[in-house]
T-cell receptor, first 111, second 113 residues
């Protein structure tokens, strides 16, 4: 079983739609969680951290369920500019910080 | 405040040559991480360094790959005797001490002919 698993997609959605991505992780020692966004052939950029209480940033909402070991990202009112690959990242503290990346979920927002 | 800088952005090598990739962390960041992304795959952790110390190299291939972060100057990822399978994007990230948020550089795309 992969340490961090994501549905690769692609998710093709119309502008204005709401779309949700899930990610599961296997190591219960995982300490912190993030969603990164990666545009084609560019570096990952932090979208948001994910907290146990859930957090929202504009059209983006992230949730963490430690008991079930999954995190989610909800995007409301999708824009064309949201088209990208969304990477689920788990920070595994086992002596040192180590990011474990999912392979990413590809989103394409259609006009 | 400049972000994480990597050079070169693109590097072409023939099989058997050496590749040197450089990473300058963000100002004030003393922790550097290297990741590799193969085509159509996710990023894979390679090595975590602090100034003059390798903290975790569990993701580094046992042969041909080495990394350093000297007291002065950028971090260097060195690949000796490159093979075609080394073709990938290599990303560097940096962080502050005791902070788990990492900031990524633009990457170096290595192509081995």
């Amino acid at each position: 079983r992969k340490e961090v698993e994501q549905d690769p997609g692609p998710f093709n959605v119309p502008e204005g739609a709401t779309v949700a991505f899930n990610c599961t992780y296997s190591n219960s020692a995982s300490q912190s969680f993030f969603w990164y966004r990666q545009d084609c052939r560019k570096e990952p950029k932090l979208l948001m951290s994910v907290y146990s209480s859930g957090n929202e940033d504009g059209r983006f909402t992230a949730q963490l369920n430690r008991a079930s070991q999954y995190i989610s990202l909800l995007i409301r009112d999708s824009k064309l500019s949201d088209s990208a690959t969304y990477l689920c990242v788990v920070n595994l503290l086992s002596g040192t910080y180590k990011y474990i990346f999912g392979t990413g979920t590809r989103l394409k927002v259609l006009a | 405040n400049a972000g994480v800088m990597q050079n070169p952005r693109h590097l072409v090598r023939r099989r058997g040559q050496e590749a040197r990739l450089r990473c300058s962390p963000m100002k004030g960041h003393s922790h550097v991480y290297w990741y590799r992304q193969l085509p159509e795959e996710g990023l894979k952790f390679m090595v975590y360094l602090q100034k003059e110390n390798i903290i975790d190299e569990s993701g580094m291939p046992k042969e041909r790959f080495s990394a350093e972060f000297p007291k002065e100057g950028p971090s260097i990822l060195r690949i000796q005797q490159v093979v075609r399978g080394d073709s990938a994007a290599y990303f560097c990230a940096s962080s502050l001490p005791l902070q788990d948020e990492q900031f990524f550089g633009p990457g170096t795309r290595l192509t081995v002919l």
